[in-house]
Every structure is written in C-alpha cells, then in structure tokens.
Nanobody
Framework: VQLVESGGGLMQAGGSLRLSCAAS????????MSWFRQAPGKARELVAT????????YYGDSVKGRFTISRDNAKNTLYLQMNSLKPEDTAVYSC????????????WGQGTQVTVSS
C-alpha cells in the first residue's frame, strides 16, 4: 500500500493550495480517508475526514469554512482544498486510510509541507 501526497508548498496568508493523495494497493473506494497535520512542537491534529461514499465529512474547528475534503474513487485520489490560508495552518499534512475491514488508520502517507507566510 502506498499513499503519496503532493501539492504542498509556500503560500502567503489568504492564498489557496490543493493537496492530493494518490493511493495504490488499497481498497480505496471502501476506505475512510482523512487528512492530518502536525506543526513543529505540536501534537498531530485531525484536519478532515471523508467517508467512502464521500457523503460523510468531518472538519476540525480550526479549518471549518476554509478547507474542503473530497475524493475521486475512480482515480483512487483524495484531495484537500485549502482556502484563506493562515500562518497557523503551517504544518506537515499527511493523508491516512482506514480500510473497512479494520476501521483504523492502518496506512499513512509520508506527508507534504505546507508553509504559510504572513
């Protein structure tokens, strides 16, 4: 199983970025998928979650109204559209997969750095 994130980078506050997570070797279409982030010196934080049908979503309070999680099961790809970025969004963003068989996050990507300057 591989989860490969892309789309991170340096952005000014107020800007937008779109992260992607390409999955392989995984029953992607039946897995709950999430984005997590971890800033230096801070605990890992759940950013957003989407159910396998795409119709159940969760957002952390800090990103509600600014970030949108989505998935394309035909492409085995997870997305995170990040708008109105703030310096406090700076972190390493990782995707994670919870297969239907276990319903725990068995698989993680390596992460992509997002840096937001003020």
């Amino acid at each position: 199983v591989q989860l490969v994130e892309s789309g991170g980078g340096l952005m000014q506050a107020g800007g937008s970025l779109r992260l992607s997570c390409a999955a392989s070797g995984l029953a992607f279409s039946t897995s709950t998928m999430s984005w997590f982030r971890q800033a230096p010196g801070k605990a890992r934080e759940l950013v957003a979650t989407v159910g396998w049908k795409g119709n159940i979503q969760y957002y952390g309070d800090s990103v509600k109204g600014r970030f949108t999680i989505s998935r394309d099961n035909a492409k085995n790809t997870l997305y995170l559209q990040m708008n109105s970025l703030k310096p406090e969004d700076t972190a390493v963003y990782s995707c994670a997969a919870a297969p239907a068989s276990t319903q725990i996050y068995d698989y993680w990507g390596q992460g992509t750095q997002v840096t937001v300057s003020s």
